[in-house]
């Protein structure tokens, strides 16, 4: 063997779960050439705490506090999938108050906001520039206050239960909201723009690194911000439409290059979006009303034998929820897809051939891989 | 009738508890009603305590007096007196003690409205409210037990 | 919806089908039917996606159920393709050779249902779990709190008294129609 | 690449010149949001210690521990919350019956010790007791139903026209729905008096399994159905849901359980040793609590005879409850269930003179549960007059098919079930009818529901009125003399009504009723028993196994209890069933000791 | 300075002949036996030593559960943690706070032990939300561990689901304060009790295939 032979002999890294650069606790076991990654497989099952099994055997409200830990920086969907699904199996989905589904909206786009201000941070943190990721996060810390307001707590909220939301919006929220988040994010864009989309680092590192090839797009169902950096401008929110969503008046954002510069690019524009849907929320939501249906007795509530699958965006792209039924007062089976099962997965380890070592942190970030969500 | 002192007031008023203890002593004795003799027994028991606080107050201890006012019910006032006999039961028992007591209470009242003397005119409504306080007790019982649905 | 149904009535056995919403159908088929259905669902229909592919467990029945979801990316509508097979030793064909993510879900159901999957990579091979040697969880059969009892102890001190019982016991509550023992 | 893009991350350094907005490190500068869930507080006076917190709690973090003593409605339990558990969803405090759970704002606790995260909230002092903000339970948001499904009721016009029930009675989907409803925490198993096993056979029916219903339901009582019907519901007054909202319809579940079955013995299972075979039982008085000792005993081989003075068994039940509230065939269906179980029933048969001597010797034991037949005269002047009657009887003979005739107006003296009952009947009977109540509304001891129905049906109630006297008036009819009343503070119980002298009202109608009370009767008995028995009130004194200071004499019904009421007579008679088995020997003698403590489940 | 209890179990008994765990400074671990002999000075030097130690706790960039997420705001100038001294270090070699945010499965079990031991000494471990002290939300769970003082030191505990960032910088505060006092000394006491706490791990984690101490 020569020498050169032997320096471009196949090296074994297992990049994670103790990584800096990794997105959350998992892992990547890679193969490299020099520097350059020949092969990786995901590894997962860090965080597996067998949601699904402990819902089969919790009731349908005991299910909230747990489904909603499924997905840390965005617990809200899950909250809202659960409930959607089991409405609509249970048929109290036509008694959902007006102001319950405005309320839910608004909490859906704030916690995409707070995710996508997460993971714009993270996208130049995974390129050692710290600065952006500080201002992000002190922004969704932000957007985290409003959420304590609004919900009774900063993270977890469990917000959202079949037949509406759990408490009314409380005085002067819609003033707070403007002044003390939306205004301050929209201040701050500029300057992020400058940081990261203006930097020369951050062009050098993002342009054209991790392309998706658009013909993935429909047999893989890639979705989210990964997808419309495809320029498809695919969109649950338009496609299948859910809550008030058909009544706002929004554009799906779209962009091309499909590379991690315009999946970046995607979510900065979704964050002022989403900014503007917040707005439009707390503008046409009805200030009186009730803000939940009236419930039967949760702890003895059955819901008949059926089974459907209900999908939300979330900031990562689409979220479903399978729900299966049996008549009795648990769930028979409740599955949880996630966007990360397919990108953190299936499309990680079919982009990781040819990428850099260095990029595969920017990478993950981008494909915004949520390892809970893919094992639950 | 006509007192010249406390003390022949006083008299007077330990005599009028016997009698009622004597009285009820005799009818005790020929009620049927099981528990009923014991219950005219207890009452003459009762009695013998008025005569006793009595003899305290004639002794110069004025403590024994009910102090404030005393709730009327006013509930033996419009009920029929009953007379002893018997076949008595508990609701007739009741409503023969608040009657006598109601009377000995009349009967101080119309003393007092009869006496010029101020300080006599005191101990006859002293005595008045005592007799007062023994009639509340039963009307409390009558009311409780046997208007307890009404 | 109802014209993808009849064209696939045309084709294929249907063994029941039920539509959930304006924009989701369900259908059930034999387990031989399931890849021929979707193998001509992908190329001939706009049902191209592969968004879901789940178990049911239906323990007292003796079956499980796989559930395929479809999805028409474009029309923005989706179709449950429903198939129920044995519970002992069950097999059922992979679909990875049509969808290549399907290999991750037939990974994880190999895991924590222990359906197995000829043909398809990475049978066998840990997804989720860490040296596991008990039931597959995710089957009904397989109880979790038990195994925490076993695995995972708690911390010692709590006691309960349930409220029914206790009050029950404490007032005297007793039967008349049976005897005690 | 351009300059512009070598530079534009440099403006970065702008942000030097920002207003800094670091949260500073000094205790309370962020407090928790005012509905933030933090730590739980607990009122330990409101709480009932239902258990429901506990019951919903997903994560197994609250046990119920003893804290207080054990009363009707307050189980003297307290939630103990496990921090190492508590995931801070407040389920808890939004399923909280008695809404006194609750969370406060306050965040921080941190220690060395994993041990020292548990305490229970309004029993073990903690800084954030009391705190007043915090996570709160909120009207618009509910996850027990604190509605009751409506019951049908006749209409109030239709229903004076007619002896038919009131009460139509919950159909299968109602009784469904409204049996989900219970939380099962068993507070209104201490209420009964019969410790009924309520939550299960709620719980059986919420599960559509009627004859396990029925079957937990005849487990402790005998007389359901009349129960389902007339029950006092000392259940439902207790009922945690009822704390806030309305009730369980307890009664009303059962009522449609026991209205399913029309066989009961083929639908009841039985399992019991024939333990009392060759034994003999004398029961006096068909009530209530004599039919239930029968029954009991009889399905353990006792041969049991019930002697009734009136042409039909039930007792109060029987000829005091009017038809449109308890029907005839519902109670001979009973009857017939006693006949199936083998008792000897011996009707219009007054026991007198020597005969309880003659029982006693033929017997193994006697059970007495004669009830109060004898009513309280009302002492007012005019009594004695025709046309004054007693509410008692105007019931009984109503009941057993005499002719009765009240007139066109009738005024009822009293505020008892039997005054609406009496009222209800003379409104049927075309009287225009008003009762006059001594006391305020509130202070009437007839059932809340049974006044509404009265007042529906046009009876007039005035409160505070304190019959004078009775007098006859130049045209035959009888001019009733009332006094008003005001209400006087007393040092125990309830305030009591004190005449305002000087006003009298006066009414003149065709009947007076008088209902304001009965008392017991002794004088069948023979003297020397009836001493060892009875006191002056009529009331008797028994022990723990319902026996009385006569040996081999066991009593119950509204004779022993001061509660007067169907349900209570049931639990006397259940402990007579008990207390006679003990008495020959069959049971052990109770052991007096301290209720052992409790059914520890640890997790 | 208090005794630390050893949690009763059932699943290993406690190592027999197991000593009471050293005082600081009485010569244990890492040259400490060079310390000088008078015990006044030696007294001093603890003080001294622990105060340092207090000041720059230097925290694992480890998010091993869902309560990871609430210290990357710690991190910024909202809520700063640079100020208390401490700051994310990448790897085990550079810290010496390890926190365990949340729950464990048993597969990070393995990892989180792993990177404890090559974590050098003194080191602590601050058991983050409630699921590190009784299960909390993953109490029925088959894969998530219920108590982690069976597996590892823990040498201060911050409950809540999860714990808000100030109540992360309360935690932090404790821990410098029992690190000042010299009460922090989890590392002793895994040290001392290696065997029970190796018998406890192995318990669990069936296929054991590292090493017995990951230096």
Not at chain 4, 87 to 99: I, N, R, T
Not at chain 4, 507 to 524: E, L, N, P, T
Not at chain 4, 551 to 557: D, E, K, P
Not at chain 5, 64 to 92: H, S, V, Y
């Amino acid at each position: 063997m020569t020498t050169t032979e032997t320096l471009r002999r196949r090296v074994q890294l297992w990049f994670g779960p103790q990584h800096p650069g990794i997105t959350g606790n998992m892992s990547v076991q890679a193969w490299l050439e020099g520097d350059t990654l020949t092969q990786g497989i995901t590894h997962v099952g860090y965080l597996h705490r067998a949601f699904e099994k402990l819902m089969e055997r919790r009731k349908f409200i005991q299910s909230f506090p747990i489904v909603c830990r499924i997905c840390v920086p965005e617990p809200d969907t899950n909250e809202y999938l659960l409930a959607a699904a089991l409405e609509e199996l249970s048929g109290l989905d036509r008694e959902v108050p007006e102001k319950a589904l405005w309320i839910r909206t608004l909490v859906l786009e704030m916690s995409r906001l707070a995710a996508m201000l997460q993971v714009l941070g993270g996208h130049v943190g995974s390129m050692g520039l710290g600065v952006v990721p500080n201002w992000t996060y002190t922004l969704r810390d932000y957007v985290l206050d409003r959420f304590e307001e609004l919900t009774g707590a900063r993270v977890y909220h469990m917000y959202t239960v079949f037949g509406g939301v759990r408490r009314d919006l409380p005085e002067g929220f819609a003033e707070r909201m403007e002044t003390e988040v939306l205004a301050k994010i929209e201040a701050k864009l500029p300057v992020i723009d400058n940081a990261i989309f203006d930097s020369s680092v951050f062009r050098k590192r993002a342009i054209g690194v991790g392309v998706v090839p658009e013909e993935w797009a429909d047999e893989m169902g890639i979705s989210g911000p990964v997808v419309r950096a495809m320029g498809i401008p695919r969109d649950t929110r338009k496609d299948f439409p859910y809550l008030k969503y058909p009544e706002l008046d929004f554009e799906v954002v779209t962009t091309t290059g499909s590379d991690i510069y315009a999946r970046a690019w995607i979510r900065r524009q979704e964050i002022a979006q989403s900014v503007d849907l917040i707005r439009q929320i707390l503008r046409r939501m009805p200030t009186e009303g009730p803000y939940c249906a009236k419930l039967p007795n949760m702890l003895t509530w059955t819901i008949p034998p059926g089974q459907t699958y209900v999908r939300a965006e979330a900031s990562r792209g689409e979220m479903g929820y399978y729900v299966v039924t049996d008549g009795s007062d648990k769930m028979r089976r409740v599955h949880v897809r996630g966007p990360s099962y397919v990108h953190g997965v299936s499309l990680l380890e079919r982009l990781i051939p040819g990428t850099n070592i260095a990029d595969l942190s920017p990478l993950m970030v981008s494909l915004q891989t949520c390892p809970p969500e893919i094992e639950r | 009738m006509q007192f010249d002192s406390i003390e022949e007031i006083l008299d007077f008023a330990i005599g009028k508890e016997m009698e009622a203890h004597d009285m009820y002593m005799d009818i005790a004795g020929k009620v049927k009603r099981p528990g009923l003799e014991k219950t005219f027994l207890e009452l003459a028991q009762m009695e013998l305590g008025h005569k006793a606080r009595l003899e305290q107050v004639k002794a110069g201890d004025l403590s024994g007096f009910a102090a404030g006012e005393v709730q009327n019910l006013k509930i033996s006032d419009h009920l029929v007196d009953v007379k002893p006999h018997p076949n008595m039961d508990y609701q007739e028992a009741l409503l023969f003690a608040m009657k006598a007591e109601q009377r000995a209470h009349d009967l101080y009242v119309d003393l007092a409205r009869a006496t010029s003397d101020p300080g006599l005119r005191e101990l006859f409504k002293g005595l008045a409210k005592e007799e007062l306080k023994h009639k509340l007790f039963f009307e409390t019982e009558y009311d409780d037990v046997i208007l307890e649905g009404n | 919806m109802k014209t993808i149904i009849d064209d696939i009535r045309a084709r294929f056995s249907v063994e029941w089908e039920h539509e959930q919403r304006a924009d989701l159908a369900q259908i059930g088929v034999a387990p031989g039917t399931v890849v021929p259905l979707l193998t001509w669902m992908k190329l001939h229909t706009p049902f191209v996606q592969l968004n879901h592919l789940s178990v049911v467990d239906w323990l007292e029945d003796g079956e499980f159920q796989l559930t395929y979801l479809l999805t028409d990316p474009h029309g923005h509508r989706s179709l449950m393709v429903c198939t129920r097979i044995p519970r002992e030793e069950a097999t059922m064909e992979s679909v990875h050779e049509l969808w290549p993510q399907a290999v991750t879900y037939e990974q994880e159901i190999n895991e924590m249902f222990g359906i197995h999957f000829p043909g398809s990579p990475r049978q066998g091979v840990p997804f989720i779990l860490e040296g596991w040697d008990d039931l597959p969880p995710m089957r009904r059969d397989f109880d979790t709190v038990a195994y925490m009892h076993a695995h995972h102890p708690s911390r010692p001190g709590r006691e309960h008294v349930d409220p029914r019982v206790y009050v029950g016991k404490v007032f005297g509550e007793r039967g008349y129609l049976h005897d005690d023992d | 690449m351009s300059l512009k893009n070598t530079l534009a991350p440099f403006s970065a350094w702008m942000q030097a010149f920002s207003k800094p907005f670091t949260v500073p490190d000094e205790p309370g500068v962020r407090p928790g949001a005012p509905r933030y869930r933090g730590w739980h507080i607990n009122d330990r006076e409101t709480c009932i210690g239902c258990g429901t917190c506990a019951e919903i709690c997903q994560n197994v973090a609250i046990d119920m521990v003893p804290v207080d003593e054990p009363t009707k409605g307050d189980s003297g339990l307290r939630p103990k919350v496990d921090y190492g558990r508590c995931c801070w969803c407040a389920l808890c405090v939004d399923v909280c019956p008695s809404g006194s759970l609750a969370m406060s704002n306050e965040y921080v606790w941190v220690d060395h010790d994993g041990d020292a995260f548990r305490y229970t909230p309004g029993v073990d002092e903690k800084p954030w007791d009391g705190a007043e903000l915090g996570w709160r339970k909120d009207e618009g948001f509910d996850i027990v139903d604190h509605e009751r499904v409506p019951m049908g009721h006749l209409d109030p016009e239709e229903r004076i026209h007619t002896w038919a029930e009131v009460v139509v009675g919950y159909t299968e989907e109602e009784a469904r729905r409204e049996a989900a409803r219970c939380v099962e925490c068993g507070l209104c198993v201490a209420a009964c008096p019969a410790h009924m096993h309520i939550p299960d056979y709620i719980a059986a029916i919420r599960d559509g399994d009627d004859v396990r219903a029925l079957n937990v339901i005849y487990d402790n009582n005998s007389m359901p159905e009349m129960c389902g019907k007339v029950c006092t519901r000392r259940c439902e007054s207790v009922c945690s849901i009822g704390v806030n909202g309305d009730p369980l319809a307890i009664r009303w579940l059962k009522r449609y359980v026991t209205e399913r079955f029309d066989d009961l013995k083929s639908v009841l299972d039985v399992d019991v040793e024939r333990v009392g075979e060759g034994r003999k039982i004398a029961v006096i008085g068909g009530g209530p609590s004599g039919i239930t000792v029968a029954y009991y005993l009889a399905i353990r081989g006792f041969e049991v005879t019930i002697h009734e003075a009136l042409p039909q068994l039930g007792g109060a039940t029987f000829f005091g409850i009017p038809k449109y509230r308890f029907p005839m065939p519902s109670l001979e269906k009973q009857i017939k269930l006693l006949e199936d179980a083998g008792v000897k029933i011996v009707t219009n048969h007054r026991v007198e003179g020597d005969e309880l001597r003659r029982m006693l010797e033929e017997n193994d034991a006697v059970f007495i549960g004669t009830g109060l037949m004898k009513p309280y005269r009302l002492g007012a002047e005019g009594e004695d007059l025709p046309g004054v009657v007693y509410a008692l009887d105007l019931l009984r003979d109503k009941n057993i098919g005499r002719e009765v005739e009240v007139g066109e107006r009738v005024v009822v003296v009293g505020g008892g079930n039997v005054a609406i009952d009496a009222a209800r009947v003379s409104r049927r009977l075309g009287a225009e009818v008003t009762i006059a109540y001594r006391r305020r509304i509130v202070d009437m001891p007839a059932d809340d529901e049974e006044i509404e129905d009265a007042e529906a049906e046009g009876v007039e109630i005035i409160p505070q009125a304190i019959p004078l006297r009775v007098e006859r008036t130049d045209d035959g009819r009888l001019d009733f003399v009332w006094g008003p009343a005001e209400m006087v503070p007393s040092d125990r119980g309830r305030p009591r009504p004190k005449l305002i002298e000087g006003v009298e009202h006066h009414m003149v109608v065709d009947r007076v009723i008088v209902a304001i009370g009965q008392s017991a009767d002794h004088s069948w008995m023979p003297p020397d028993i009836a001493e060892k028995v009875a006191d002056a009130k009529g009331w008797i004194t028994v022990d723990h196994n319902g026996m009385t200071g006569h040996r081999g004499i066991f009593a119950g019904g509204d004779l022993v209890n001061d509660t007067a009421d169907a349900i209570s007579a049931i639990a006397d008679g259940l402990r007579a069933v008990e207390g006679i088995q003990r008495f020959l020997g069959i049971l052990p003698e109770r052991e007096e000791t301290e209720p052992e403590i409790p059914v520890i489940t640890v997790r | 300075m208090e005794k630390r209890k050893l949690p009763v179990l059932p699943v290993a008994a406690p190592p027999e002949g197991s000593r009471p765990h050293a005082p600081l400074g009485e010569g244990c671990f890492l040259g400490e036996e060079e310390l000088p002999k008078a015990p006044a000075l030696k007294e001093a030097l603890a003080t001294i030593k622990n105060w340092f130690r207090a000041q720059s706790l230097w925290v694992m960039a480890y998010g091993t559960g869902c309560g990871a997420i609430e210290l990357r705001p710690l991190t910024t100038a909202r809520f700063d943690m640079e100020r208390f001294g401490m700051a994310m270090r990448p790897t085990p070699r550079q810290s010496n706070v390890l926190i365990v945010s949340g729950y464990l499965a048993t597969k990070s079990l393995k990892r989180v032990i792993r990177a404890y031991e090559q974590m050098p000494s003194p080191k602590w471990i601050v058991g983050l939300g409630s699921c590190t002290i009784n299960g909390g939300m993953y109490w029925d769970s088959y894969n998530t561990i219920n108590r982690l003082d069976l597996y590892l030191p823990v040498d201060v505990y911050i409950a809540g689901c999860m714990p808000r960032p100030e109540a992360l910088i309360e935690g932090f505060k404790y821990l410098m304060e029992r690190v000042k006092k010299g009460e922090a000394n989890g590392w002793h006491h895994y040290l001392e009790n290696l065997d029970w706490y190796k018998a406890n791990q192995k318990k669990l984690i069936t296929d054991w295939n590292l090493p017995d101490y990951n230096w």
